[in-house]
């Protein structure tokens, strides 16, 4: 099993544009989630979701969006990039709520 | 204040020290989570805990619901051990809160 996998590993992006950061889970889990990373801080969940078709919003769920199509795939929408969205963003999988599994993280850089 | 402390927020041993790192939170929780931060980024599920103890290998983690505190402990430690480590906890359904991490450095 490949995990989770997440794409682009890198991205620089300028304000005001938008893109899509993929993650994929092979494991057959119900529950998958987005967080972001800052420097010296913890995680932050953004969105989560319990399975295909149901999202939620987490903490910082404000300039993103997600979608949940398929039990495998829980893309991140971001709209309009701002600065503030600068950070590494991880997605993460677990089956219940029970041990969560991570992608390898896509570091974003928004200009 | 934040839900989850940890502390120390640095620590730097010597190969073969045992290390420990701790965890206070302030919310009722389901079960506490103990994860590796490895230097290229990747992050790495530990031990969930929801009390006593736990160990794997050199890897121990304890818990204690009514002092709500967590250690986790790392008996003989090498610089392969050198990363960060993150408590979280599980409150509401599946999420966790994060604590800001520990970074640990084992030098040769």
């Known amino acids: 099993n490949a995990g989770v996998t997440q794409t682009p590993k890198f991205r620089i992006l300028k304000i005001g544009q938008s893109m899509t950061l993929q993650c994929t889970q092979d494991?057959?889990?119900?529950?998958m989630y987005w967080y972001r990373q800052d420097p010296g801080m913890g995680l932050k969940l953004i969105y989560y979701?319990?399975?295909?078709?149901?999202?939620d919003k987490g903490e910082v769920p404000n300039g993103y969006n997600v979608s949940r199509s398929t039990t495998e795939d829980f893309p991140l929408r971001l709209e309009l990039a701002a600065p503030s969205q600068t950070s590494v963003y991880f997605c993460?999988?677990?089956?219940?709520?029970?041990?969560?599994?991570f992608g390898p993280g896509t570091r974003l850089t928004v200009l | 204040k934040n839900e989850v402390e940890q502390s120390p927020q640095n620590l730097t041993a010597q190969e073969g020290e045992f290390i420990t790192i701790n965890c206070s939170y302030s919310?009722?929780?389901?079960?506490l989570h103990w994860l590796q931060q490895h230097p290229g980024g990747g992050i790495v599920s530990l031990f969930m805990?929801?009390?006593g103890k736990k160990k794997h290998g050199r890897l121990i983690a304890t818990i204690n619901i009514q002092e709500k505190h967590s250690s986790l402990h790392i008996t003989a430690s090498h610089p392969r051990d050198s990363a960060v480590y993150i408590c979280?906890?599980?409150?509401?359904?599946?999420?966790?809160?994060f604590g800001e991490g520990t970074q640990l450095t084992v030098n040769p």
């Open positions: 993460a999988s677990s089956q219940n709520p029970d041990t969560q599994y």
């Open positions: 494991m057959n889990h119900n529950y």
């Open positions: 979701s319990v399975g295909a078709g149901i999202t």
């Open positions: 919310v009722g929780i389901s079960a």
């Open positions: 805990l929801s009390s």
């Open positions: 979280a906890v599980g409150t509401s359904g599946s999420r966790l809160t």
